[in-house]
C-alpha cells in the first residue's frame, strides 16, 4: 500500500501543471499519429491532430475531462484499491490536515498554502 511521503510544511508543493497534460497520451484512431496542444485566437486549449486526419482542433478541456474519468472509472473497476491509494496521495499534497467533529458532517480541510 502507497503511503503519502512526509511533506516539510515549510516547503510550498509543487503546483505548476502542464497546460496539455493529457498530450502524450493523444493518437489519431485512423492513422496513430500524435497531437499537439495549442491555444486557438479566442484563447482556449485545444488538441490538434499533426496527421490532418482531424481538421478541426478538440476542445481541451472536454478531452481531459473525458480521459480523466475514464482513468477513474477503470481504477473504480479494479477493485478500488489504487483508486483510494492515489485519492490518498493526493490528498496528502493537497491538504495539511483534515480536522474531524463530532459527526462525519462536521470536517474541515486545511489546504497547504
Known sequence: MLHPSPVNP???PDTAVHPYPVRPLLTC???DQT???TTLPDGTRAYRS???CRLHPLPAGQIEHRVYAETLQHLYNSGGGLLCDC???LAGRLFTT???GATTEDITFVPRT
Open 35 to 37: 497531437f499537439f496542444g
Open 98 to 100: 483534515v480536522a474531524l
Open 50 to 52: 499533426r496527421c490532418g
Open 29 to 31: 484512431a485512423n492513422c
Open 10 to 12: 515549510a516547503q510550498k
Open 87 to 89: 485519492l490518498a496521495l
